[in-house]
C-alpha cells in the first residue's frame, strides 16, 4: 500500500534549526512535498523534492532520498510563527491522487 | 495569478439535513481537483478527486458524494447529514506539478448538531 510516517510531535528552541522527517511507502513514485497549517487554517505548499538532493527556500530547505524513501524538511532560524503542523505528501500518480501524511506539530520555546 | 475560492467558512446543521459545499477555481485551466476532510487534530483524509468534467473518483464510501459539472468548479454534497460527519472541509487544486504542488481553500468548518 501507499503510506507516509513522521514524528507527530517535535519541539526547538527559537532561533535554531530543526529537522522533520518523513519515512514513505508507495510504487510508483513521483516527488514528496512539503505543507505547513496553522492551528484552524489550511495547508500552504512549502516545497517539494522531485529528485534526489536539497532544495533551499529561504530558511526553508527540503531533501530527498528516493534509494531511503525518506525525506526531511529543514527549519533554520526559527521563529515563534513557525510553530504550526508539517505535513509530507506524495501524488500517487503524476495525475491523480495526493496522499497527506499525520503531520508534525512543531512546538518553538523561547 | 491563481486563486480558489471555498464557502462558507463555517457551517452548523442539524443531523439529517442536506449539504452542499461549494469550490471554484480562477485563473487556470483542466485543474485537478480534491475534496479532503480533517477531523480535530488528526490527518487529512481525501475525500474525492477530480482529473476533468464528470470525472469523480470516490475514495472513501460514506454518505457524500461530490460533482464537477464546470472545469473550475467542485461541489460537495450529502442528502441527510450524520454527526460523524462534523469536521473541517478543504477543497484543493492541483496543476501542471502533476500533483506535487497543490493550493487549498479557506475550509469550511462544519458542525453536525
Known amino acids: 500500500g501507499q503510506s507516509l510516517e513522521q514524528p507527530s510531535e517535535v519541539t526547538a528552541v527559537e532561533g535554531a534549526i530543526v529537522q522533520i522527517n518523513c519515512t514513505y511507502q508507495?510504487?510508483?513514485?513521483?516527488?514528496l512535498s512539503w505543507y505547513q497549517q496553522h492551528d484552524g487554517g489550511a495547508p500552504t505548499f512549502l516545497s517539494y523534492?522531485?529528485?534526489?538532493g536539497l532544495e533551499e527556500t529561504g530558511r526553508f530547505s527540503s531533501f530527498l532520498s528516493r534509494s531511503d524513501s525518506y525525506g526531511y524538511l529543514l527549519l533554520q532560524e526559527l521563529q515563534m510563527k513557525d510553530s504550526a503542523s508539517y505535513l509530507c505528501a506524495f501524488p500517487l500518480s503524476s495525475a491523480s491522487k495526493i496522499i497527506f501524511g499525520s503531520g508534525t506539530r512543531l512546538s518553538i520555546r523561547p | 495569478s491563481q486563486t480558489i475560492h471555498q464557502w462558507p467558512a463555517t457551517l452548523v446543521q442539524p443531523v439529517g439535513s442536506p449539504l452542499s459545499l461549494e469550490c471554484t477555481v480562477e485563473?487556470?485551466?483542466?485543474?485537478?481537483l480534491y475534496w479532503y476532510r480533517q477531523a480535530a487534530g488528526r490527518g487529512l483524509q481525501l475525500l474525492f478527486y477530480s482529473v476533468g468534467i464528470g470525472q469523480i473518483s470516490s475514495e472513501v464510501p460514506q454518505n457524500l458524494s461530490a460533482s464537477r459539472p464546470q472545469d473550475r468548479q467542485f461541489i460537495l454534497s450529502s442528502k441527510k447529514l450524520l454527526l460523524s460527519d462534523s469536521g473541517f472541509y478543504l477543497c484543493?487544486?492541483?496543476?501542471?506539478?502533476?500533483?506535487?504542488?497543490?493550493?487549498f481553500g479557506q475550509g469550511t468548518r462544519l458542525t453536525v448538531v
Open positions: 523534492n522531485a529528485l534526489d
Open positions: 508507495t510504487s510508483g513514485f513521483y516527488g
Open positions: 485563473g487556470t485551466s483542466n485543474p485537478n
Open positions: 484543493a487544486w492541483s496543476g501542471s506539478s502533476g500533483g506535487l504542488e497543490a493550493f
